[in-house]
Nanobody
Framework: QVQLVESGGGLVQPGGSLRLSCTASGSIFGINKMGWYRQTPGKERELVAR???????EYGDSVKGRFTASRDNNKRTLYLHMNSLKPEDTAAYSC???????????????WGQGTQVTVSP
């Protein structure tokens, strides 16, 4: 029904920048919220940034001031602009969406396949 496809991960040096993209496709009536989460081995998944229709973006404490999330509703795409990257930002980044799929308010919740971000000299 709905797919989330991420792109933009890769290897970057400390202090560098990357932009991640997450595009939703399929049976979409409306996008309630989309967000980026990240996870490293042995740790719980943590919120990076979340964008809803009715509130300003929310950010995890460790990325505030460095990362910016924005959404292009026409393209159904969520972006994550990551600046001043640190080695501790290395993680698998995944996109999550809560999407309304019909006029009755049925919702789909799901994840993209993830994209790896590695920050290293």
């Amino acid at each position: 029904q709905v797919q989330l496809v991420e792109s933009g991960g890769g290897l970057v040096q400390p202090g560098g920048s990357l932009r991640l993209s997450c595009t939703a496709s399929g049976s979409i009536f409306g996008i309630n919220k989309m967000g980026w989460y990240r996870q490293t081995p042995g740790k719980e998944r943590e919120l990076v940034a979340r964008v809803t229709s009715s509130r300003p973006p929310e950010y995890g404490d460790s990325v505030k001031g460095r990362f910016t999330a924005s959404r292009d509703n026409n393209k159904r795409t969520l972006y994550l602009h990551m600046n001043s990257l640190k080695p501790e930002d290395t993680a698998a980044y995944s996109c999550h969406g809560e999407i309304t799929i019909d006029s009755f308010g049925s919702t789909w919740n799901g994840w993209g396949q993830g994209t790896q971000v590695t920050v290293s000299p």
